[in-house]
């Protein structure tokens, strides 16, 4: 199964991770991301693409039996 987690102690709003792949992440009112849906096969790349371009390195996606 897949996963997707966001620091929202360490995020800056940067937003690049709601713009990669907002099916998984978006950004709350507080201008921080947050996780809306674990990753499908569908979008398993995109949220990949966001934890790897985030610049604070706040996201981690995986998977986990
Ligand atoms: Fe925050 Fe990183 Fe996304 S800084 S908004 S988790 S790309």
Do not use: K
């Amino acid at each position: 199964m897949m996963y997707a987690t966001v620091n929202r102690e360490i995020c800056i709003g940067c937003g690049l991770c709601a713009d990669a792949c907002p099916e998984v992440f978006q950004m709350d009112a507080d201008n921080l991301a947050e996780v809306v849906a674990q990753p499908t096969e569908a979008n398993y790349g995109s949220a990949q693409e966001a934890a790897d371009g985030c610049p604070v390195d706040a996201i981690e996606v995986g998977t986990a039996s």
